[in-house]
């Protein structure tokens, strides 16, 4: 009769214990356990946060600048086209930056790239008038400017009765549209792709720059002309 009463009392004890347990394991978190949750919540939000937004911007960045190069290689390719299809005036050309020499004598060594960056903007492609003036794209259809591209080329070499430009070198620069805002301190280098939150370079320099040399190739003439033109302005190495 002792030992049953003395197992009875153990297992009274025991499960007492464990209801004890039990509630203390109840109450949950104490308030110093959900402070601590909280800061390394806010640590680790606070370490991977600047790397989303760079991530972000230089995603948006590269963005901007692949649809930069495809705008300069298209004015290149609209240039190229005229120039082959042979029915063209200067007129129709980029505005002329400054004049090249037509012979190998009194050259000045003024070379493409050294023209000005552009100091204004117009609405379109067609109401450029000089070579320091840029038309402004909206790539997205929202009504509002994305970049402006600025146009010019030598003066080259001329040939025919009506002086038809026949071989000359080309320049495009295009610009993001914020640079607008720096039309009178603009650079000519081209802007510096690198991991950024910012605009870095964008703000004052090209996102895309090109310089070529075109040539009407169908007559003897143009042929004769553009070796004339290379051999007196010779295209810089790179």
């Known amino acids: ?96 930056a400054f004049t090249t020499t037509t012979t190998c004598t009194g050259s000045s060594g003024t070379k493409i790239e050294s023209a000005a960056a552009p100091n204004t903007t117009v609405a379109s492609a067609s109401a450029v008038t000089s070579f320091r003036q840029a038309y402004l794209v909206d790539i997205n259809r929202d009504s509002q400017p994305d970049y402006f591209v600025q146009t010019f080329r030598d003066s080259g070499q001329v040939a025919g009765i009506n002086s038809q430009p026949v071989t000359f070198r080309m320049g495009v620069r295009v610009y993001t549209a914020s640079a607008s805002s720096n039309l009178n301190s603009l650079s000519t280098e081209p802007a510096s792709l690198k991991f950024t939150t910012g605009q870095g370079t964008q703000s004052n320099r090209p996102l895309a720059v090109g310089y070529s040399v075109l040539t009407r190739n169908d007559t003897k003439m143009s042929l004769d002309r553009y070796q004339q033109y290379i051999t007196c302005n010779p295209v810089p190495e790179k």
């Open 1 to 96: 009769m002792q030992t049953t009463y003395r197992l009875r009392t153990c297992i009274v004890f025991i499960a007492l214990k464990g209801l004890k347990q039990t509630s203390q394991a109840d109450k949950g978190l104490t308030l110093l356990e959900c402070l601590a949750a909280v800061a390394v919540t806010l640590l680790a939000t606070a370490t991977i946060t600047p790397q989303v937004f760079l991530v972000n911007a230089t995603r948006v960045q590269n963005q901007r600048a692949e649809q930069a190069v495809a705008l300069a290689q298209a004015e290149m390719e609209r240039a190229k086209v005229r120039v082959e299809q042979g029915d063209y005036t200067g007129a129709e050309l980029p505005p002329v």
